[in-house]
């Protein structure tokens, strides 16, 4: 949650990208951050975009997980599948 909340930030401008590694500091040139933007040619719009929508895309799939089985859905595809005959049968 603490992740998503700091890239909603990011995304609005009110922090900076988290350039640099873990590891070896800010000033790391192989952080991912730095690789995006050096090597692949993304710029800071793409990299605040791209991650706010992975982080709302994570959180929609996240829900739709939810909703099912709060809707008890994977009783639903069970009982669906087990009434479907098998291949062996098909072949009889």
Do not use: H
Request: glycine letters at 8%; charged letters at 25%.
């Amino acid at each position: 949650m603490s992740t998503w909340l700091r890239w909603i930030d990011v995304y609005r401008g009110i922090e900076e990208i988290p350039f640099g590694s873990m590891i070896a500091g800010e000033d790391d040139p192989n952080g991912d951050m730095t690789q995006l933007l050096n090597e692949y040619g993304w710029g800071k719009f793409k990299i605040r975009r791209t991650y706010y929508l992975l982080g709302q895309a994570c959180w929609i799939v996240l829900g739709l997980t939810w909703a099912s089985f709060f809707l008890r859905l994977d009783r639903v595809i069970a009982t669906l599948t087990a009434a479907m005959p098998s291949r062996d049968e098909d072949r009889a």
